[in-house]
């Protein structure tokens, strides 16, 4: 599966942002879909991640209450709404495809990644 990371800007703190990722392919609802960040310097963190369904969702405490991750299985296409953003949440976010069958997977368990997109969060 290919993925294509669209939403990225330049915005300030307390504004929002969504981010969009599009999957080609037919088989997109057999992925989980997570997305990660890389701050300069940093190395990738995960962000969020939804099940196959989109009927559960996992967060890290970083973004849990601001972000919120959701899937559209008919356009294959997984949204990161992005509210109350901080400073500290500049970074690139990559979305990112795993066939994992149960369970969250490690970051090392999602087999393809998007392109990228930048989020800078100006104080």
């Known amino acids: 599966v290919q993925l294509q990371a669209s939403g990225g800007g330049l915005v300030q703190a307390g504004d929002s942002l969504r981010l969009s990722c599009v999957a080609s392919?037919?088989?997109?609802?057999?992925?989980?879909m997570g997305w990660f960040r890389q701050a300069p310097g940093k190395e990738r963190e995960f962000v969020a991640a939804i099940s196959r369904s989109g009927g559960s969702t996992y967060y890290a405490d970083s973004v849990k209450g601001r972000f919120t991750i959701s899937r559209d299985n008919a356009k294959n296409t997984v949204s990161l709404q992005m509210n109350s953003l901080k400073p500290e949440d500049t970074a690139v976010y990559y979305c990112?495809?795993?066939?994992?069958?149960?369970?969250?997977?490690?970051?090392?368990?999602?087999?393809?990644w998007g392109q990228g997109t930048l989020v800078t969060v100006s104080s």
């Open positions: 990112a495809a795993s066939s994992r069958a149960t369970g969250w997977p490690t970051g090392y368990e999602y087999s393809y």
């Open positions: 392919g037919r088989t997109f609802s057999r992925y989980t």
